[in-house]
């Protein structure tokens, strides 16, 4: 356990980060007072704010015509962005392209924060992009920029779905409108995967790399409510880190899973059990609580909502939470618990097989022959095999207890299986008579099913032999 | 920190650092036209003449300016432009309509945009068209009723030609250069593309009416004369307020240029491509690191900057993926290994690491299904791996065959520059065979 260290290393750490962070981000043209409220608000981003206050240099100069920055998602791209352009007041138009379900929305937003709203009146109905251009063009030749204008796309990956050439030509905005604007695209994708056929103007290319663990532990300590000591919130956060961070390194889903779980952390101490300062029984009592929050919470299977009242629920009774993950739930009729065993057994097992395992008196099959085992792949890792319709009622009857009659409510069972997703009709043009299907559930929820009706599956699986 | 005034021409450092990103800045971001088209003389020369023709004898032409991106199209044209534009005549007669594929992309917003510019907007203003082609009846009347001697020229310029050769019908290429080919009023069309295969595109009839006059940009670079350019971009102009900077400036320039490791790395530079742009990247990211206190260009700056320029994006992004998702993309290397490329799917991929667990017999990367699935799809939305086409959504998740999208190398590469990464792990990735 490495959870005893932190605190009063990491305030040293701080404080010189600090000293360091003021050092860095300095440029003439603006004020010093802004940039030190720019550099407290950009904990571990002092590099990257530095380096893109540097591109854009003083207010009235030209900048790149378009900057690229790529970077894990919740690494500080738009934060970063967003402190640096409002704390200097900056002229700037922040897009996201999540919203602008049509271009239109892209040019009012930016006409809107640039010009006023009398500017995006002046787009027509349906504005193309030379609209756009030729009402920028017009408004800038009234008002021209005396500071460079900054338009910031987030989520840029997004215009590679609309008109071929809105990238292209965003890209090269500042050629075309003859105005000293920069575009700023923020993206999770690198760039290659943007470039357009053709090619088109490069942009600049910045990485924001992803927060060391030591980051993420500075900045999630700094959500410590005002009630609790900083060491003992640190020890918190260094526990979650601990059993999240491998699995997890998204800054945001870390500060909700923190806080989350921190009522749960703090109970032992509420009832006066332990002391704040005995890390190892506090660590002993969060652990399985965070390794079961990562099978539910972290895999949106269960709300917040729903998680907060499983925890009081805990408190009076402790039964067993469970995720929904348990397909448990699904009740079908009888027979179709059996018509979805056969439909598994003839999708994972060779049809070859299917003497052995169904066949009374199959006569002597050597075991070494029927195990070729130098088939490299099971069918569990290459998925279900499309099956007739013959096959699968054929199972069918050997596996159910008593006798079907093959009546027309066992083929409506197949088709309502089709229709409640379990299985799928392979489409091999309309064969009314022999139609093909594929199983489309998992293991484990086969398994629950031939439970119900004790039904031993694993028995009957090439497999699992 | 600023130096004491000795004389008129003295600035504070602070003041001349600001001079010098602001000029250089316009020469980087801009485009600023430079005084005299460096390398390409003779194509400007046999441009410039052509316009002239038009412009003041007038007489139609047509021609396309063919070259890669970056290669100096559109400076070449504005240069003649500007040229062009230094004779009297040609500034009271000539009259322009700059086009561009990529906002213009029909031929209505196309027309649109010709009336605006030649300011026929109140002419056309009280008409009532019906239908675009009458409109473009009507333009083209405007422009052929004249003849040579009396109509004034109209020169149009098409960017990115290649786009617009997608129009349906071609219906304004057509009739630009049925204009330019008969004795109606003067037209120029400069077509600018980077596609050398741009008359292919053309329909037969439109074909036939182009000039089949082209101009190409293909540069002939040398090493040196990269160098060369390097050291001009860099240099401060003769005007430059303060001297005595200027010269220490550009002799620091010099130094840099001749210095080894920045020949090595602008070598590096010249061979991957030798077009202006990215060339102006990488000196825009050595500009950006100049400040007061740091008044020059360093050979280490250069370093610094191509070192950004050249950085494997991708595996800047595996940098960050957390041990799962790493754990995961190794299995797949393995698989890709193993099977010569073909595509895996999830279950494959599960089945190999949990192979590497079995070895290890350490219970510390135990997750379940669902925890390694979402690893798996951040991953797909990371775009490092990809489903394979026609593998539809009929089949289930975990079974989607799906490709990965990363080199050996660049896998290689993210591993050892990744932090703390246990060394089991590594090994694995090391080892031949899953």
Redesign the interface.
């Known amino acids: 356990m490495v959870v005893v260290v932190l605190g009063a290393p990491g305030t040293i750490l701080r404080s010189v980060m600090r000293s360091k962070m003021t050092a860095l981000l300095q440029q003439p043209g603006y004020e010093e007072e802004r940039l030190q409220r720019v550099a407290e608000k950009l904990p571990c981003r002092d590099v990257q704010a530095g380096l893109l206050l540097s591109l854009m240099g003083q207010p009235q100069q030209y900048s790149f015509p378009s900057i690229f920055i790529y970077g894990h998602r919740a690494s500080g791209k738009s934060h970063v962005l967003q402190v640096l352009l409002k704390e200097l007041e900056l002229p700037h138009a922040t897009v996201s392209c999540v919203e602008c379900v049509s271009v239109v929305l892209l040019f009012e937003q930016v006409l809107l924060s640039f010009f006023g709203c009398d500017a995006a009146s002046l787009l027509p109905r349906s504005p193309s992009l030379s609209d756009f251009v030729r009402v920028y063009r017009q408004q800038c030749s009234q008002s021209p920029a005396k500071q460079t204008r900054y338009i910031v796309m987030e989520k840029a990956e997004l215009l590679r779905d609309t008109d071929a050439n809105l990238l292209p030509a965003l890209l090269r905005l500042q050629e075309l409108v003859e105005d000293n604007v920069t575009v700023i695209l923020l993206s999770e994708i690198v760039w290659d995967k943007f470039r357009p056929n053709t090619g088109c103007f490069e942009p600049l290319l910045l990485h924001f790399p992803d927060y060391s663990k030591g980051e993420l532990q500075q900045i999630l300590s700094q959500d410590r409510h005002p009630s609790y000591s900083a060491e003992f919130y640190s020890s918190y956060i260094n526990i979650l880190l601990g059993v999240f961070y491998s699995v997890c390194r998204d800054l945001r889903e870390l500060r909700h899973l923190a806080a989350l779980n921190f009522s749960k952390f703090c109970e032992p101490l509420a009832e006066g059990k332990v002391k704040d300062t005995d890390t190892h029984k506090l660590w002993r009592n969060i652990e399985p609580h965070l390794k079961k929050a990562m099978q539910t919470v972290y895999l949106r299977e269960v709300s917040s909502l729903q998680w907060e009242q499983m925890q009081q629920m805990e408190e009076k009774e402790t039964g067993t939470v469970r995720g929904l993950s348990a397909h448990t739930h699904v009740e079908l009729p009888y027979y179709s618990k059996f018509l979805l065993i056969a439909a598994y057994l003839a999708s994972y097992n060779p049809a070859r097989t299917d003497k052995r395992f169904f066949v009374k008196h199959h006569g002597k099959i050597k075991k070494t022959n029927f195990l070729k085992k130098n088939e490299k792949t099971s069918n569990h890792l290459l998925g279900p095999k499309p099956f007739p319709l013959d096959r699968l009622l054929a199972i069918f009857y050997s596996v159910v207890d008593s006798r079907v009659a093959p009546t027309a409510s066992i083929f409506s069972q197949i088709s309502s299986l089709v229709t409640l997703q379990l299985l799928t009709k392979v489409s091999q043009g309309d064969l009314l008579d022999a139609p093909k299907f594929k199983c489309a559930v998992s293991l484990d929820f086969i398994c629950a099913i031939s439970r119900t009706v004790n039904f031993e599956i694993l028995k009957y699986l090439y497999d699992f032999l | 920190m600023s130096k004491r005034k000795v004389g008129a021409a003295h600035m504070p450092v602070?003041e001349c650092?600001?001079q010098v990103?602001?000029i250089l800045?316009?020469r980087?971001?801009?485009?600023r036209v430079p005084d005299r088209p460096g390398g390409v003389e003779a194509q400007h020369k046999h441009l410039l003449g052509l316009l002239k023709r038009t412009a003041v004898h007038g007489e139609s032409n047509s021609v396309l300016i063919v070259g890669p991106?970056?290669a100096g199209k559109?400076m070449l044209l504005k240069c003649v432009l500007r040229d062009l534009m230094e004779e009297k005549e040609v500034q009271k007669n000539l009259l322009q309509v700059h086009l561009?594929?990529?906002?213009?992309?029909d031929d209505r917003?196309a027309l649109?945009?010709i009336t605006?510019q030649l300011s026929l907007e109140n002419v056309v203003g009280d008409k009532v068209f019906g239908s675009f082609s009458e409109n473009l009846v009507f333009l083209l009347e405007a422009l052929k009723k004249g003849d040579r001697s009396s109509s004034r020229p109209v020169l149009f310029v098409l960017d990115e030609f290649?786009?617009f050769a997608h129009h349906k019908n071609q219906t304004l290429l057509y009739n630009l250069f049925d204009v330019s080919q008969s004795a109606q009023t003067p037209i120029a069309v400069v077509g600018l593309t980077?596609?050398l295969d741009v008359l292919e595109l053309l329909e037969k009839r439109v074909k036939s009416r182009f000039s089949h006059r082209q101009i190409h940009l293909l540069s002939s670079l040398t090493f040196p004369q990269y160098l060369e350019r390097v050291q001009t971009q860099l240099s401060l102009p003769d005007d430059f307020p303060d001297e005595n900077f200027a010269q220490n400036w550009n002799s620091s320039i010099k130094a840099v240029c001749e210095d080894k490791s920045v020949r090595d790395v602008l070598q590096r530079h010249f061979n991957s491509s030798k077009d202006h742009?990215?060339m102006n990247?990488l000196l825009?990211?050595c500009l950006?690191?100049v400040?007061?206190?740091k008044p020059t260009i360093k050979p280490a700056d250069v370093l610094e900057a191509s070192r950004?320029?050249f950085?494997d994006?991708?595996a800047?992004?595996l940098?960050?993926?957390?041990?799962?998702e790493l754990c995961l993309i190794i299995a797949m290397k393995h698989l890709n290994d193993i099977y010569e490329g073909e595509p895996f799917?999830l279950?494959?991929v599960h089945?190999e690491f949990k192979k590497f667990l079995h070895r290890k017999s350490s219970s510390?990367?135990n997750?379940?299904q669902?925890?390694i699935m979402?690893?798996f799809e951040h991953l797909q939305?990371?775009?490092l791996i990809r489903p394979v086409d026609g593998s539809s959504a009929?089949?289930?998740r975990?079974?989607q065959l799906m490709r990965l999208m990363l080199d050996h190398s660049q896998i290689m590469e993210a591993l050892q520059k990744y932090?703390?990464c246990p060394t089991d792990v590594k090994q694995w990735a090391m080892s031949a065979f899953g």
């Open positions: 602070g650092i600001t990103q602001e800045r316009q980087f971001c801009r485009q991106r970056g559109t561009n594929g990529l906002l213009q992309t917003i649109k945009e605006r290649d786009l980077c596609r742009r990215t990247m825009m990211l950006s690191r400040s007061v206190s950004m320029c950085s994006a991708k800047n992004m940098h960050g993926l957390s041990i799962l799917n279950q494959m089945n510390m990367y997750f379940e669902p925890v979402k690893a939305q990371l775009e009929k089949t289930q975990e079974y932090p703390q």
